[in-house]
């Protein structure tokens, strides 16, 4: 694809619900990022995949948290039992390598609101 | 704990005016990244600045960085409307592969 998409792009839920939101990298890149902005706040970073090296998770907030990348390409960012204080925006990045070498790509993210 | 700050928080200029952004970091670094942010959704690389580079040019942006007081400014020349929307910096964390982002500068142009 041209860039960087994710699903849904708004997704409403109720407290104590489960979400999985979805990321398509750009084709061959191999590094993905997923990353959370709260309203008005910088951004924070939750999980790196590159390749298929072990998953960088030292950003995850919680073990309600937990994200896969099938195949090197999709991911998926799954929150167990939302709380009101996950709604944030949640942005996806890729890159075609290590992060400090080159720009990353983001998509349009996912804005998820918990009643 | 951010490793980019950004200065000031929130800047409104006139059209026409330039527009002078901080950012100031902690660790040392490989490479400095400025991104711009629309609507609080998806950011856009605008320019990367290497540690051995002290100065960087593309097109109406200008961006410095001084490593021995950590930190850098991103300067847009001549500013738009177009231009209005937040700037973010980003470092590289040398203990991994990812960049930490701090808090951005929300930058309105008036027309």
């Known amino acids: 694809g041209a860039g960087v998409s994710q699903s849904p792009s708004n997704k409403v839920t109720e407290k104590g619900k489960d979400v999985e939101l979805r990321c398509d990298p750009i084709?061959?890149?191999?590094?993905l990022y997923w990353y959370r902005q709260s309203l008005g706040q910088g951004l924070e970073f939750l999980i790196y995949f590159q390749g298929n090296s072990a998953p960088d998770k030292s950003g995850l907030p919680s073990d309600r948290f937990s994200a896969e990348r099938t195949g090197g390409s999709v991911s998926t960012l799954t929150i167990q039992r939302t709380q009101q204080e996950d709604s944030a925006v949640y942005l996806c990045?890729?890159?075609?390598?290590?992060?400090?070498?080159?720009?990353?790509?983001f998509g349009p993210g996912t804005r998820l609101t918990v009643l | 704990s951010q490793q980019g700050e950004e200065d000031p928080q929130a800047l409104s200029i006139q059209e026409g005016e330039n527009a002078t952004m901080n950012c100031s970091y902690k660790t040392s670094i490989n490479n400095l990244q400025w991104y711009r942010q629309n609507s609080g959704r998806g950011l856009v690389h605008l320019i990367l600045?290497?540690?051995?580079?002290r100065e960087k040019h593309s097109g109406r942006l200008r961006v410095t960085l001084d490593t021995s007081k950590k930190s850098s400014s991103l300067l847009i020349t001549a500013s738009r409307a177009a231009d209005t929307a937040s700037y973010f910096c980003?470092?590289?964390?040398?203990?991994?592969?990812?960049?930490?982002f701090g808090g951005g500068t929300r930058l309105m142009v008036k027309p």
């Open positions: 990045a890729s890159s075609s390598g290590l992060a400090r070498h080159n720009e990353q790509f």
């Open positions: 084709s061959g890149h191999t590094a």
């Open positions: 980003a470092t590289d964390n040398n203990a991994g592969n990812m960049l930490t």
């Open positions: 600045i290497r540690s051995n580079e």
